[in-house]
């Protein structure tokens, strides 16, 4: 991790200084802090900025765009600059790997920003988010809308000054728990009985629904002489088998063709955001198993890691290789898990599915022996791991990894690979040329099954990947069968890093402090966890984007500290939320049919999706 | 060729209807290898990693074996030795719960004056995230976290509120759900007990060396309960709970109204207060 | 490896899984003179309790548990379920499995309209049953109650296959517990049809409009009552002059196109 901190350090002076002889007065300013160096750049020269950034600097990939409000900012007023919203951009290269290019813009409240979409189209999504939840109105973005809540909802949510309808306080712990207690239901706080604020003045009676902005809308116009067909709109969801959850596409199809498509999300927007922003550092841990809910140890290891570079934790030997065993079994049978499912939406309702569960429920025992859940493991700690593995663990992990998921993914592939119809289905679908890809910020898999080589465990390692000696698969065809077959491909090395894991994985501790509290009753509450953890961590004052590879794609989370015991801001950059920039271009000119799967092979996961 | 696919994926369903079939025709097939035979068909299985063929739990005569660490919801210990609950209302728990679903009153002595004792606890299950940092965090090992997962219910408000007496299991329970981490914190209890005993000892053997030598005595042979000791704590827990199940709802819904009461009322001299 | 000793914590539920090892169903006395009705009753409610069809419906983390459920390990098949079906008019039983928002209850309770009686609803896991871990969020739901009808609650966070299917054993005894004279479904009247929630400024209930109203019209609206003064402070963020502009050029835009040319 230091030598990661250390890299972007030297690499920033460089670029900042030849970026204002490119840009003449794009930078107007920088925050070097001990974690990460953020440039400043003057609103009007960031297009010019960008524009240069991608073509001269090969810096090709928009990571991750989000905002902060610094109305409530309780730290020192960062880089003396007073202006409320602060647009973050965190650039890197597919090329030159290495670290991240750390922009950001700095805007009064009701200003608008350029949008960034014309250089990188993969901030289409993200600048929706943000104009969603912060009311920050980006010039020149084709389709700027609400989408994680709806047209006509009440204000910005993610606003320090915003509160909803049960807030309490602003940060957790709540005053009212402790000692006086007693109970009281949320419900009876309105007399409604429901989450629900309404402004006043707002009459039920004459409201009228706003007219909502439908992107499929406009039919489009044919040529004079051409045969004046019709199309229809074709909603797919929220509620239907095919979307993975609660997802909805808008397609406007002509005869079985789309012509145009349209994800529409938000129907599990569930605040991840905000309410990580009341939590303590450590209460986010629970909540990040929620994210993706199928991998909750890579989520758990990416925000350990996260806070762990902003803090400056040092993580013992055994507790590495813990969590590389983990997150490995994570992806093994996440991939396992969507090769199911993509062969779910390809007709093959449920065998395929069926007989990767059967491998999945081994896994998830092992998981559930060492954490104590199955699905939401909450097992890794700031500095470690909650609890050692127990004994006998390892062993079976041995035989897991060495007899049977190589055994169960060579009958996987044995069994679905040359079958005719995923290969008609799969071949020459949903196909995008690699550098679209790229440029609209679409990760993992995806990336990999068109022929790019671009894995941040190799372009960034983290924890101890440089240890092991694994490839990264690619494929060069960038369809429907690609993404499956790439996803084979994974497994199987992910199963290779397993073997080496848990052949070289060494004893000790697991964590700063001993396991149990217990043990501890003498050292202070402070000392339970990762030593230095705790359930009252303070990080320094600063921020940090850290990403992983998680078995969907990059998964990264931004957090600023202004010193408390709670995140300022928290935010996660989810591999499927982005990865969703590429549904629509993906989809136009292939059949209707064709789309279920093609949302089945970006493989998302609606927790992640809508937070 | 054509149909090559129907015939694979057939293929591999034989195999594990094979596999089934021919462990089910073992003598004892593996996947009972490990398991522990309660009488009237029940069972309580560990699946084998090496196991082949499909295992189905026939929940609910055959149950999966829970590992120790296995998390549902939280219980507060009661501590059959000194006959009093562990917990001591210092609030960690209600501090570190990520959703804020513990809610704690301190008792207070005739006084007034707050003691080391909660007065009310609850939980709220249907907000509780099961992530067991209160047991993590808990400094008196007084909350743990249960493996019953049971629990459900035709409705939700009060029964899914747990109070006190539902949530409190005595150490015995726990004993037999966590037996290492068990063993773990009584290690470290008594080490700790021992050493507070040593402590005082020297402390009052300059001042009375008699009383000191007495106390030492009776710390060195502990009472060890017997099985049927502990069958009786058992049963004695579980009826309670099937107790409570039955005539608690009404009890705890009329209690659960007089302080949603009191907390208006408390509301409302807060508001006048401030007028 | 450690386990939990012989017996051990599963001894104690014995008692309270006994009922379903003898499936007997016990003719209470007092209706023991109408044995053509308990007959048929019996009968009736066994091919309803044997072949219950859930919806294939699943909203977040807990669905996940819920197909767990139905795979082979734990195989929902062997209570007659294993048909899931993907169209409500099909299915009896719907698991409202995961975190409900605000953005989805229109389209539940949509589903939930279109179920035929008799129908029956799973509340799974914390979130459903009353916003769980999520309940203070701005967009969350604080439980599926609050819109229509659950007939059984399964906490957890996610509730394990075994706690689900627990819950489903308890729908079943509900459903025995059901006589075909008393049953609403075969009765006169329509069955309830619940109204769908629209979704405003924030969501709201059309049964509740009256009640919205007094409070955002009446007196003392502005600091929107809380019952301790938790200190909301409403900020209304509504359409300026010219979104509502843009939006009304947008819909002409848009009512153009539709016309046949």
Same mark, same amino acid.
């Given at each position: ?19 204002? #002889? ?30 240069? *950034? ?56 009701? #200003? ?230 993509? *062969? ?126 694994? #490839? ?107 990865? *969703? ?21 970006? #493989?998302?996961? *609606? ?5 | ?275 | ?15 309270? @899984? ?6 007997? @169903? ?15 009753? /019996? ?126 054993? /308890? ?72 979104? /509502?502009?843009?939006?009304?050029? @947008? ?11």
């Amino acid at each position: 991790m230091s030598d990661e901190a250390t890299m972007v350090a030297e690499e920033a002076p460089a670029v900042e200084h030849s970026l204002n #002889d490119a840009v003449p007065g794009a930078i107007i300013g920088e925050w070097a802090e001990e974690t990460e160096k953020a440039l400043f750049v003057a609103p009007d020269k960031l297009l010019p900025l960008l524009r240069h *950034l991608k073509e001269n600097e090969a810096y090709d990939y928009l990571s991750s765009l989000t905002c902060t409000d610094y109305l409530s900012y309780g730290g020192k007023k960062r880089g003396g600059i007073s202006e409320r919203f602060d647009v973050v951009y965190h650039l890197f290269s597919t090329a030159n790997k290495g670290g991240s290019l750390n922009l950001h813009v700095r805007v009064p409240e009701g #200003d608008t920003v350029d949008s960034a979409t014309s250089i990188y189209p993969g901030a289409n999504l993200q600048e929706s988010e943000v104009y969603d939840l912060y009311g920050i109105h980006f010039a020149g973005h084709p389709n700027l809308r609400r989408v994680l809540t709806w047209d006509g909802f009440h204000g910005h949510p993610m606003r320090k000054d915003w509160k909803e309808a049960y807030f309490e306080e602003d940060a957790k712990p709540f005053r009212s728990r402790h000692p006086k207690g007693g109970y009281q239901w949320q419900e009876d706080k309105l007399p409604w009985g429901k989450n629900a604020t309404y402004p006043p003045e707002w009459d039920p009676e004459t409201w009228e629904k706003p007219i909502s902005y439908v992107p499929v809308s406009q039919a489009p116009h044919h040529k004079p002489g051409d045969i004046d067909t019709d199309s229809l709109v074709i909603n797919f969801g929220p509620h239907h088998p095919s979307t993975h959850g609660v997802f909805r596409m808008l397609t406007r199809v002509e005869g079985e063709t789309i012509i145009a498509l349209e994800p529409e999300m938000g129907y599990l927007h569930r605040n991840h955001e905000k309410i990580g922003e009341r939590n303590t550092w450590l209460m986010n841990m629970p909540f990040t198993d929620r994210l993706d809910y199928i991998n909750s140890m890579s989520n758990n290891w990416a925000y350990a890691l996260a806070v762990e570079k902003l803090a400056g934790i040092e993580v013992p030997e055994r507790a590495e290789y813990i969590r590389v065993i983990m997150a490995e079994f994570s992806r093994t049978l996440n991939h396992m898990w969507g090769i199911g499912f993509i *062969l779910n939406d390809l007709g093959a309702l449920q065998t395929p599915a069926q007989y990767a569960i059967e491998e999945r429920e081994m896994i998830l025992d092992l998981f559930e022996e060492v954490s104590g859940a199955r699905l939401m493991c909450n097992y890794m700690r700031f500095g470690g791991v909650v609890r050692d593995l127990t004994p006998g663990w390892v062993e079976r992990a041995r035989y897991l990894a060495n007899e049977r998921l190589p055994r169960a993914l060579d009958m996987l592939d044995r069994l679905l690979s040359d079958n005719e119809i995923v290969r008609g289905r799969g071949y020459g679908v949903g196909y995008l040329p690699p550098e679209d890809l790229i440029a609209l910020s679409i990760s993992g898999p995806m990336l990999r099954a068109a022929g790019i080589k671009y894995d941040v465990r190799k372009a960034e390692p983290y924890g101890i990947y440089d240890r092991f000696e694994f #490839d990264i698969p690619t494929l060069s065809d960038g369809d429907i069968y690609a993404r499956y077959y790439i996803r084979l491909l994974e497994a199987r090395e992910a199963v290779r890093i397993l073997q080496q894991a848990l052949r070289d994985i060494p004893g000790g501790e697991v964590q700063g402090a001993p396991a149990y509290a217990s043990a501890t009753l003498d050292q202070g509450f402070g000392t339970i966890m990762g030593g230095k953890g705790g359930y009252t961590l303070r990080p320094p004052e600063g921020e940090v984007y850290h990403r992983v590879e998680a078995p969907k794609g990059e998964l990264g989370f931004y957090l600023v500290s202004d010193g408390k015991a709670n995140p300022f801001r928290y935010h996660v950059r989810s591999p499927s939320f982005i990865n *969703l920039n590429g549904l629509g271009p993906m989809s136009v000119g292939y059949k209707v049919a064709d789309a279920v799967v093609i949302l089945g092979a970006i #493989d998302i996961v *609606l927790g992640e999706v809508d937070r | 060729m054509f149909g090559s696919g129907l015939l694979k994926g057939l293929g591999v369903t034989i195999k594990h209807i094979a596999e089934t079939y021919i462990d089910d025709g073992k003598d004892s097939p593996s996947r009972y290898e490990n398991s522990i035979d309660l009488g009237n068909g029940r069972k309580i299985i560990r699946q084998s990693m090496d196991q082949e063929g499909l295992l189905t739990i026939q929940y609910p005569e055959e149950r999966r074996l829970l590992p120790e660490r296995f998390r549902y919801i939280p219980m507060l210990i009661w501590d059959t030795e000194k006959n009093e609950d562990r917990c001591t209302a210092c609030g960690i728990c209600a501090k570190v719960c990520p959703p804020q679903c513990i809610w704690i009153v301190r008792d207070s002595d005739d006084a007034g004056k707050p003691i080391t004792r909660p007065a009310e606890f609850y939980i709220d299950i249907s907000v509780c995230m099961s992530c067991s940092f209160c047991a993590e965090f808990c400094p008196f090992d007084a909350i743990k976290m249960n493996h019953d997962f049971e629990l459900a219910v035709y409705d939700r408000y009060p029964n899914l509120i747990y109070d006190k007496a539902e949530l409190t299991v005595p150490v015995e329970y726990y004993a037999t759900l966590w037996p290492v981490q068990y063993e773990q914190e009584e290690t470290v209890r008594h080490q700790k007990e021992e050493e507070d005993k040593r402590k005082a000892e020297e402390k009052a053997r300059k001042a009375a060396e008699k009383k000191a030598a007495a106390e030492a005595d009776k710390s060195a042979d502990k009472p060890k309960r017997s099985s049927e000791e502990i069958q009786a704590l058992k049963e004695r827990a579980a009826a309670a709970a099937k107790a409570k199940q039955s005539d608690g709802a009404d009890a705890k819904k009329a209690r659960l109204e007089e302080l949603k009461r009191k907390a208006a009322e408390r509301a409302k001299q807060r508001r006048e207060n401030d007028e | 490896m450690t386990t939990t000793p012989e017996g051990g914590f599963q001894a104690l539920k014995e008692e309270q @899984i006994q009922q379903y090892l003898h499936d007997s @169903i016990v003719v209470p006395e007092e209706l023991q003179a109408n044995v053509l009705v308990t007959t048929v009753d /019996k009968i009736y409610n066994w091919s309803r309790k044997a072949s219950m069809w859930p919806l294939l419906f699943g909203l977040a983390c807990c669905a996940i548990e819920m197909i767990a459920t139905a795979s082979a390990r734990f195989d929902l098949a062997r209570f007659g379920m294993e048909v899931m079906r993907p169209s409500p008019r099909q299915s009896d039983l719907m698991f409202v499995s995961g975190t409900v928002t605000k953005k989805m209850v229109p389209a539940i309770v949509r589903i939930y309209n279109q179920m035929a009686e008799p129908r029956y609803v799973v509340s799974m896991g914390a979130c459903a049953t009353g916003g769980g871990p999520f309940k203070e969020g701005y967009t969350v739901v604080s439980g599926i109650d609050k819109y229509i009808p659950v007939d059984i609650y399964v906490p957890g966070c996610p509730p394990t296959p075994e706690a689900l299917i627990y819950g489903l054993m /308890k729908v079943h005894e509900k459903v025995e517990r059901q006589s075909i004279q008393q049953v609403p479904w075969y009765r006169k009247e329509r069955s309830e049809f619940v109204p769908i929630p629209v979704l405003g400024p924030d969501i709201f209930d059309p049964r509740q409009v009256q009640l919205i109203r007094e409070h955002t019209l009446g007196e003392g609206a502005a600091q929107a009552a809380t019952d301790d003064g938790g200190g909301i402070t409403l900020k209304p963020n509504l359409l300026t002059a010219e979104q /509502k502009q843009q939006l009304r050029e @947008i819909k002409a835009r848009y009512m153009a196109a539709k016309q046949p040319a």
